[in-house]
């Protein structure tokens, strides 16, 4: 059954990418030695090249020599995106083709040097050896020639600089003249618009009568401002009394009128006389109450006078009242008629001031004007003094200097880089490799791309090992004459994985095949047939490669009759069979080779034979490969599990799906497979450890003795 875990990825951490890498070294070490020797060749024939650096300082603005105010307006840098843009103006124009012309016409006339003559494009080449550097947020820039002569590279550099210098003064002065020129205009235009403007301003205040505005004005706004005060006193005014009539209408309606002819009393005499008057008649008539009754004459005639008395009292205080309302007319009349007389005058003072702000309008213009013009003047004046005595904004710092020493091929740079990009291409090449490669390497290729289960791995042996091996039999049956080597360790392991997946059922019969040639399963069936015996188990190997048989060189066996001799009855199983100098393995080898082997293999004949074989708790069968011809899908209907032999870095990951699919349409029961020759110190983290591991833990009975 093929055990095809499809969910699983490969996790691409480190410890895979380290394997890679230590599989791959060879390459890596190959192109990054060949990089290393190609750069270090390659600088020992490059023509050396000095470096010389001129460093300029470029300031703002010029620097001013006498204190005109407002002047550096003209020139300098107001903000950082200003100063970032003129300064990229700058580097711009020292690379620029104008500038390195004039440098190379300085060159040639004042220095004798046609360095650059014979070049398709003199500038081109001129700029491919410069650089321009600026130092940071400094006003400083350095000017780098690059060149075989150490004196050019100087000369060549300071001559860049002057030059640069040369023109930026000339270019000011050219823009000092032209701003000259343009401000000349411009007061010229001024001086004229200013004269139009003042005498628009004459015209317009003797046609409109304004020669005293200023007083007129005053006088109106003073006799407004008396109006107000007088609008004021006269609101405060009517409203006291308003709020004081209010106050007399609601107390005379009320029950306390008595109370209110009392207070006014006090400012009115007529009042007084009439409240004392009442109050004499209200005494007499308590006084006759004390000897009289309520109904006697002389108290009823008190009674009708104060009754008379009262009714004056309230006819005295309506007629207060209505003095009060009175005056407040008289103030509201007052007020109004204020108001009206202010009315008048903001009409006329409206008039005058709309006349008097157009002038102001025409006279701001000509002050306006005027200030433009003096402006105009100033700096008119400034720009010829400046023009006089000029200085340059940019000056020399350091001029650049012959250094002996070559700053090109820098071999100390170049083999450090040579190493790191050789290591970079090397890596690079190392994964591409790994990418390309489609031959079964690790577990996770015969799980994951195949998709049949891992049984395990059998790591190559080291020929200088093999070559220690005296026996040749020996050397065939690797797990007999090493019983404690990782090799015979790891077809243990195969044994126990092989046996652990057909638990369920017993497993008798055992094919061992491969998906092409060369893979080495020959070794593996005799050597897993051995390993399986060494556990007491009676084993028969049967050499099935009828085309190719291999077994009887393995066990040093002649292959005059086999199991051809005995499907064609000329002698029996026991007597074909060989005993083998490991205990429990018989080997039934191949025999003659038969005109059609796999007729012979799928005929009754040889399934009577299988089922006629007794004594053996397992038959071991060895196969040709699956792609090369049909032998091994018919054992494959006859056995109880089948295992594919695929050699490490060879067999390609196709082939072996080729074979699964074969197999599986003969409904194989596919045990999995079998990693051949592994080297497991390049493979993988996994085999190395396995492999270190049973390294030390089955050491040679002879160093444990030593050790002893």
Known sequence: MIDNDSGRYREANLV?????????????????????????????????????????????????????????????????????????????????????????????????????????????NFRKALEIRPEGDTDLVHITFVYPDPAKAALFANSLAEAYMHSNLERAREDSELA????????????????????????????????????????????????????????TERLLVQSDVERLKTLYK??????????????????????AKLQDLRQDRKQALTTRRESHPEVLALDEQIQGQEELLRNQLQEYISGREAKLSLLRNRETDVRDEIQLVSKDLEALNLQFLELQSKRAKVEKLDDFYKTLDQRLAQIEIVNDIRANNVHFVDRAWEDPDPVKPNMLTNLPIA?????????ALAFLQEYLDSTIKSRD?????????????????????????????????????????????????????????????????????????QEGKSFISSNLAAVIAMTGTRVLLIDCDLRRPTQHKLFCRPNDVGITSVLDGKMTIAEATWDTPIPNLDLLVAGPHPENPAELLGSEKFIKLLDSITGYDMIVIDSPPVTAVADPLILSRMVDGVVMAVRSNQTEKNQV????????????????????????????????YYYDYNSVYYADPAEERDAS
């Open 16 to 124: 895979y990418y380290w394997q890679i890498l230590r599989k791959r070294m060879g390459t890596v070490a190959t192109i990054t030695g060949v990089l290393i020797a190609t750069v270090f060749v390659g600088t020992l024939a490059m023509t050396e090249y000095f470096s010389s650096t001129a460093t300029i300082e470029i300031a703002p603005k010029a620097p001013m020599i006498l204190p005109v105010e407002d002047a550096s307006e003209l020139v300098s840098i107001k903000t950082n995106d200003e100063r970032h843009a003129y300064y990229a103006t700058q580097y711009r124009i020292l690379r620029s083709r104008t500038l390195i012309l004039k440098t190379i016409d300085d060159l040639r006339e004042d220095h004798g040097i046609h360095d650059f003559d014979e070049a398709d494009d003199p500038v081109e």
């Open 180 to 235: 000259r020129t343009r401000l000349m205009e411009q007061k010229q235009l001024y001086n004229a618009r200013r004269a139009s403007a003042e005498t628009e301003v004459h015209e317009f205040i003797y046609s409109n009568g304004l020669l005293g505005v200023d007083d007129e004005r005053t006088a109106i706004q003073e006799g407004e401002k008396k109006l107000q005060n007088q609008l004021a006193t006269a609101q």
């Open 254 to 275: 009320g029950n306390d009128w008595l109370g209110l002819a009392n207070h006014i009393a006090q400012q009115d005499e007529r009042l007084a006389r009439g409240i």
């Open 419 to 427: 190493l790191l990009v050789g290591l970079m291409a090397g890596v």
């Open 445 to 517: 290729d015969i799980e994951q791309d195949v998709g049949i289960p891992f049984l395990g791995a059998v790591p190559l042996v080291p020929p200088e090992e093999m070559a220690s091996i005296p026996s040749e039999f020996e050397r065939n049956l690797y797990v007999h004459g090493r019983p404690r080597s990782p090799t015979t360790e790891g077809l243990r392991s195969i044994r126990t994985n092989i046996l652990f997946r057909s638990k369920d059922k017993p497993l008798r019969r055992l094919l061992v095949t491969s998906a092409a040639p």
């Open 657 to 688: 799906i080729h074979c699964r699919s074969r197999l599986t349409e003969m409904n194989a029961n596919i045990l999995g497979a079998i990693v051949n020759r592994l080297d497991v110190r390049k493979s993988g983290y996994g085999y190395y």
